[in-house]
């Protein structure tokens, strides 16, 4: 058990972040949308691409504009519950679309960070990551098995969607991380 100098912190999701991504969720939609209404002759006369692909690729961005717009952005904007909180039995993530349980210290295995595209992310590794994940559909589901391909766990998140920098929230989970181990 973490003593009780580090008390329950509750870090919230950046509102202006979260509007951001709404407008951009619509854009892609209004891309998609556009590229579907196209006429198939002025398709054929303005590319090199045939109707039939400019279609689905219209309905695939689409559908993504569609996914992005309800998980990210609106979940996100109109949701009242933190992004994350840490407190002295353990961590809960709610920022990327999914939520976690809380994953007690005594389960993490590590904390690390990684950088991919020059976007800093943290990782939380445990011995079952997806036990700890809660409410998954199917895509989410995919999109984390990639993830867990790419970083070794499905949870993974960045501070840019929170209200905190990446460097406070590196040093805040370090300072539980490291507390949680001295108390063991």
Request: with cysteine.
């Amino acid at each position: 058990m973490i003593s009780t100098v580090l008390e329950k912190r509750e870090i919230a999701i950046c509102k202006s972040k979260s509007v951001l991504a709404l407008t951009v969720s619509i854009l892609i939609i209004a891309l998609g949308f556009w590229l579907i209404s196209l006429d198939s002759s002025s398709i054929l006369k303005n590319t090199k691409y045939s109707a039939l692909f400019v279609y689905i690729l219209g309905g695939v961005i689409f559908l993504a504009g569609i996914y992005v717009l309800y998980v990210t952005s609106l979940r996100l904007f109109i949701k009242k519950t933190p992004g994350l909180v840490v407190d002295a039995e353990g961590i809960i993530v709610d920022t990327n679309g999914f939520s976690t349980e809380v994953i007690p210290w005594s389960k993490i295995e590590s904390i690390r960070e990684y950088s991919l595209t020059g976007n800093k992310f943290v990782s939380i590794h445990t011995s079952d990551p997806f036990g700890y994940l809660k409410n998954l559909g199917f895509i989410t589901k995919i999109t984390l098995k990639s993830q867990e391909k790419s970083c070794g766990t499905p949870i993974s998140f960045s501070a840019a969607g929170l209200q905190v920098t990446h460097d406070e929230l590196v040093l805040l989970l370090g300072r539980y991380f490291s507390e949680s181990r001295e108390n063991v």
